[in-house]
C-alpha cells in the first residue's frame, strides 16, 4: 500500500475524475445521460468495458475521450469509480477499489449477498472511501414521503406493508448475465427486489422477519416470487412478477390511515382515512430517473470534492441485502399444477 | 445414427416456445437448447438450468452458432411479419448444413384465411393479404422446398392457443373481462374458437418431432373440445370468479367498434408521433391524465372489427390426421385448461391485485419535497 494515494480525502475544488466500469444498458440509459448534464465531469470521464463495439459506441455518442477496456490500467488514475456490472462482479472489483482508497458509486444490488456486500463496507471503512449505492427509490418524492409519514407516526401505528410489483422484463440487457447460470445472482427478488425490499427495510427502520418465501425458480432465476414478513407487529407481503403487467402500487396501512401509492408515479399518494380519500401532490424538482441519476451522481461527486457523505451509504443497504439473502435460503418452490408431469418432482 | 441429442427450441422466450422448451427440459431424454431472439426474452426458459442462447433468425452468426451439435430443431420463432419467411429459411438453411435429423415448424391455422366451414390439411392456403398470415404461407413453402432438397421438415399448424403464460388468449382475454367492459356479443362471437391448452399443443409437436411417417407433413393439431368464442367468454368469467357479463347486441356493437375504430388509428398515431408530449401533459394535468387513461383503457377492453371477424368465423380445424398418424390426442379439458390458466393468472398477481381504495378525489393537497 505504499504508494497508494489517499483518496478518502477531499480531492481538492478541481473536477473529479471518474471511470464508469461498465458500460451496458444501465449506463447508457441512466449514468451517461446524466452525467452529460455536467460536462467538466463527462470530459474527465474514462469508460471501462471489455466488449469493445459497445464501448465506442458509448464513448462516441457522450464524446467521451478516454476508454480503456480493463480497469486495473486507469486505477492510478481516478478518484472514484461507478461500479455499472454485472452484479456478482460488484464485490471483488469494488473492494480491490476502496482498498486503494478509490471512492466507490456502486449499481444496486450492492452485492450478490450480504458477505460480500460486508467485504465492500469493510473495505471502505478501512481505507475511508466513500461507497455510495444507487438505490434510486430512496430519493423519490413519493417513497421519501412515506418514509416521513411513517418515522413520524403521522397516522399512528404501522399495521401493514403490501407491496405488489408486476412488469413484463424488458430491461435491454446487454450481457444478459441475470440469466447466465454463471454470473447470475439469481432473479426478480435479487434484481426489481433489491429495491422493494430496501423501501421497506428503509420505511420501517430495520431487518423484518421473514415468514415465507415462495418463488417459482427451478434451478435458474425466479421470475415470480412472493414474501411475507413481519415486523413489530407490522404484517407484511411483497409479490412480483416479470411475466405480466400490472398496476404495481403498495399499500400501507396505519392505524388511523392507509397510504396507498403508485410505483412509478413519483409525486402522488393517496391517503385513505375515516372512509374518505384524499390525494396528495408531492411538489420536487426530482421529475424522471435522469434527475434521480443527477442526484445521486453529484452527491457522489461532492463526497469526493468536499467530503460529503452519500445519501445512500452502503452499510445502510445491507439490512436490505441480508434479507433478501434468507428469502433464497428459505425459498420453496411455487405449486404449479401446469406442470404436471411427474419429472417435477425431481427437479 | 448421430450421438447428437440437443434440440433447439427457436423462440423459447415466447408462449409455445417457452411450453416446449420447459417440457423437454422436464421430462428429459434430450439436451434442451432455448434460442432467444434478446436476453430479455429468457425470463421464462432461465428459471431452469438449461441452455440459453441468443438466436434471432435474422442474424445468421447466431443461427449458426445455435445448430451446433443440434439433431432437431423445433422452430417456434415469429419475429416481426416482413422476417418470417427469410428468418425461416436462414434456419433451414443452417440446420441442412448441420445435418439436423429433423426440423418441425409451428405455423398457424391462419393459413387458412377466411374460409369457413371443417378445415382438414388438404385444403389449400389462402392469401388474406395479412402479413402475419402471407408470411407463414411463404415460410411453410420453404420448409417444403427444403423437406424436398432432404431435410427432414414436419409443419405444424395450432389454431387458438391458451394457457398459462399465453399473453393474447389469458391474459388479455382476462384483462377484458376484469375490466367490466367486456361481455357476450350475441350474434357476433357465435363462432367456433378451436382452442387447443397449451400442453396438448406441446405434446402433439413433440410427437411429430420423432415420427418417422410425420416426415413431410403438415399437422394441425386442435383441442379437446369444440366451443364458441361467447362460449369462451362465459367459462373463463366463471373461472375468474367474476360478476355475470352484460350482453351485447350485434347491431349495436357493430355500430360502436365500427365508430371507434378511426379513433383507434388516430389514438395509434398519436401515441407513435407524440409519445413524449402525450407524457408530458398528462404528467402535468391530473384531468388530461384521467382522460388518456380511460380511452385507452376502453379501447383495450372493446372488440375491434378484427376481433369481430375472429369471433364470428365459423370454422373447424380437423386435427383426424394427426390423431392417425402422431397418435395425437388431447387430454385437458376446457374446465381443466381454464382453471390452471386462472391459477398462473392470480400467481403473478393479474387476479387478485392490489386493489386502489381511491374511487374519487375529493381533496387535493400539496407537500413540497425537499428532493
Redesign the interface.
Given at each position: 500500500m505504499s504508494n497508494v494515494i489517499p483518496k478518502s480525502n477531499p480531492v481538492s475544488n478541481s473536477t473529479p475524475r471518474i471511470a464508469i466500469i461498465g458500460c451496458g444498458a444501465i449506463t447508457q440509459s441512466y449514468y451517461l445521460p446524466a452525467l452529460a448534464r455536467n460536462p467538466a465531469v463527462l470530459i474527465n470521464t474514462t469508460l471501462v468495458d471489455n466488449e469493445e463495439t459497445q464501448l465506442q459506441k458509448l464513448a462516441q455518442s457522450y464524446k467521451v475521450k478516454r476508454t480503456c477496456k480493463d480497469y486495473r490500467q486507469i486505477l492510478d488514475e481516478v478518484d472514484g469509480v461507478i461500479l455499472a456490472l454485472p452484479t456478482a462482479l460488484h464485490s471483488s472489483i469494488g473492494v480491490e477499489c476502496l482498498s486503494r482508497g478509490i471512492h466507490v458509486l456502486c449499481e444496486k444490488p450492492l452485492a450478490e449477498n450480504a458477505v460480500k456486500a460486508r467485504l465492500m463496507v469493510e473495505a471502505a471503512k478501512k481505507s475511508g472511501a466513500l461507497l455510495a449505492a444507487n438505490y434510486l427509490g430512496r430519493?423519490t418524492?413519493h417513497f421519501?414521503?412515506v418514509r416521513q409519514f411513517l418515522a413520524e407516526q403521522s397516522f399512528g401505528r404501522l399495521l401493514s406493508i403490501?407491496y405488489?410489483v408486476?412488469e413484463v422484463?424488458?430491461?435491454?440487457?446487454?450481457?444478459?448475465f441475470?440469466?447466465?447460470?454463471d454470473k447470475?445472482s439469481r432473479?426478480i427478488l435479487r434484481d426489481r427486489g433489491a429495491h422493494v425490499v430496501d423501501h421497506i427495510c428503509w420505511w420501517l427502520g430495520g431487518k423484518p422477519r421473514l415468514i415465507s418465501s415462495v418463488n417459482?425458480?427451478?434451478?435458474?432465476?425466479?421470475?415470480?416470487a412472493e414474501v411475507n414478513f413481519e415486523y413489530q407487529g407490522c404484517a407484511g407481503q411483497i409479490?412480483l412478477?416479470?411475466?405480466?403487467d400490472?398496476?404495481s402500487?403498495?399499500?400501507v396501512e396505519c392505524e388511523q390511515a392507509?397510504i396507498?401509492g403508485e410505483v412509478y408515479d413519483y409525486h402522488r399518494l393517496?391517503i385513505?382515512k375515516s372512509g374518505?380519500?384524499?390525494?396528495?401532490?408531492?411538489?420536487?424538482?426530482?421529475?424522471t430517473q435522469i434527475d434521480i441519476a443527477d442526484?445521486i451522481i453529484t452527491n457522489f461527486l461532492d463526497g469526493i470534492r468536499y467530503g460529503e457523505q452519500p445519501i445512500i451509504p452502503g452499510e445502510d443497504v445491507l439490512n436490505s441485502i441480508e434479507f433478501v439473502d434468507e428469502c433464497y435460503q428459505n425459498a420453496t418452490r411455487?405449486n404449479?399444477?401446469?406442470?404436471?408431469?411427474a419429472?417435477?418432482q425431481n427437479? | 445414427m448421430s450421438d447428437k441429442n440437443v434440440t433447439l427450441v427457436t423462440g423459447a422466450g415466447g408462449f409455445i416456445g417457452g411450453w416446449l422448451a420447459e417440457t423437454l427440459y422436464l421430462k428429459g431424454g434430450t439436451q434442451v437448447r432455448a434460442g432467444v431472439h434478446s436476453w430479455p426474452g429468457a425470463t421464462r426458459p432461465a428459471r431452469f438450468p438449461m441452455d440459453i442462447v441468443l438466436c434471432d433468425m435474422m442474424n445468421l452468426q447466431q443461427v449458426n452458432q445455435s445448430m451446433d451439435g443440434v439433431k432437431c430443431v423445433i422452430h417456434c420463432a415469429r419475429g416481426a411479419d416482413h422476417e418470417i419467411a427469410q428468418g425461416a429459411r436462414n434456419l433451414l438453411e443452417a440446420a441442412s448444413r448441420h445435418g439436423v435429423e429433423r426440423f418441425v415448424h409451428v405455423s398457424t391455422t391462419e393459413v387458412f384465411g377466411n374460409q369457413t366451414g371443417k378445415i382438414d390439411d388438404t385444403f389449400p392456403c389462402q392469401s388474406m393479404g395479412d402479413p402475419y398470415g402471407d408470411g407463414k404461407i411463404e415460410a411453410e413453402e420453404i420448409c417444403r422446398e427444403y423437406n424436398r432438397k432432404g431435410l427432414p421438415v414436419v409443419i405444424i399448424r395450432p389454431p387458438i392457443v391458451y394457457g398459462p403464460f399465453s399473453k393474447i388468449f389469458t391474459v388479455n382475454i382476462a384483462s377484458k373481462l376484469m375490466s367490466g367492459n367486456w361481455g357476450l356479443y350475441q350474434g357476433v362471437a357465435d363462432g367456433i374458437c378451436n382452442l387447443v391448452y397449451a400442453s396438448d399443443l406441446v405434446s402433439g409437436i413433440i410427437q411429430a418431432s420423432k415420427c418417422k411417417a410425420a416426415i413431410g407433413e403438415t399437422f394441425i393439431l386442435n383441442g379437446h373440445e369444440l366451443i364458441t368464442w361467447n362460449q369462451y367468454f362465459q367459462k373463463f368469467n366463471n373461472a375468474l370468479g367474476l360478476p355475470e357479463l352484460k350482453v351485447f347486441k350485434s347491431e349495436t356493437l357493430k355500430l360502436t367498434t365500427t365508430i371507434k375504430e378511426p379513433i383507434r388509428s388516430i389514438m395509434k398515431y398519436m401515441r407513435y408521433r407524440f409519445e413524449h408530449q402525450l407524457k408530458s401533459i398528462a404528467a402535468k394535468q391530473r384531468q388530461a391524465r384521467q382522460i388518456m387513461k380511460f380511452v385507452e383503457n376502453r379501447m383495450k377492453t372493446t372488440p375491434r372489427v378484427h376481433d369481430l371477424h375472429l369471433f364470428g368465423r365459423q370454422v373447424t380445424y380437423q386435427d383426424d390426421k394427426a390423431r392417425d398418424i402422431l397418435g395425437y390426442q388431447p387430454t385437458v379439458t376446457l374446465e381443466e385448461g381454464l382453471r390452471l390458466s386462472a391459477h398462473w393468472l392470480e400467481q403473478v398477481g393479474l387476479v387478485n391485485s392490489l386493489q386502489t381504495t381511491r374511487s374519487d378525489y375529493p381533496k387535493v393537497e400539496l407537500i413540497s419535497n425537499p428532493l
Open positions: 430519493i418524492p421519501l414521503q403490501n405488489m408486476g422484463f424488458n430491461w435491454p440487457t446487454i450481457s444478459g441475470y440469466f447466465k447460470d447470475s432473479g417459482d425458480s427451478f434451478g435458474g432465476s425466479e421470475a415470480v409479490r412478477n416479470w411475466f405480466v400490472i398496476p402500487r403498495f399499500i392507509t396507498e393517496w385513505k374518505r380519500t384524499s390525494e396528495i401532490q408531492l411538489k420536487s424538482v426530482t421529475k442526484k411455487f404449479m399444477p401446469w406442470y404436471s408431469f419429472e417435477v427437479v | -
